[in-house]
């Protein structure tokens, strides 16, 4: 499975973007597919993923609120809707992917991984 992610840009305080994560090819229904961020000098944190079988989510709470993840199973897609957004949002985006389930894309990462996709948050 490849994945391309894209939909990252340069933003104000308080506005929105969408991200994309497409997939080469139809997730199996044990997959589970999320996003990941690494702000420079910080740690990789997994911010949400979703069950690719029965669309079951999970956010960090740093995002719950505030940001939404969705999926087209029709193109292979996954989406993270990003409201209100804030400088501390700002990083770098990778989607990753997993056929072990969300916990543990959460806690170990992916055997899939896009490539990132630049979001800066200016104040």
């Known amino acids: 499975v490849q994945l391309q992610a894209s939909g990252g840009g340069l933003v104000q305080a308080g506005d929105s973007l969408r991200l994309s994560c497409a997939a080469s090819?139809?997730?199996?229904?044990?997959?589970?597919v999320g996003w990941f961020r690494q702000a420079p000098g910080k740690e990789r944190m997994f911010v949400s993923g979703i069950m690719w079988l029965n669309g079951a989510t999970y956010y960090a709470s740093s995002v719950k609120g505030r940001f939404s993840i969705s999926k087209d199973s029709a193109k292979n897609t996954v989406f993270l809707r990003m409201n209100n957004l804030k400088p501390e949002d700002t990083a770098v985006y990778l989607c990753?992917?997993?056929?072990?389930?969300?916990?543990?894309?959460?806690?170990?990462?992916?055997?899939?991984w896009g490539q990132g996709t630049l979001v800066t948050v200016s104040s």
């Open positions: 990753a992917a997993d056929p072990r389930g969300l916990n543990w894309l959460r806690l170990r990462g992916g055997d899939y």
């Open positions: 090819e139809r997730a199996g229904n044990s997959f589970a």
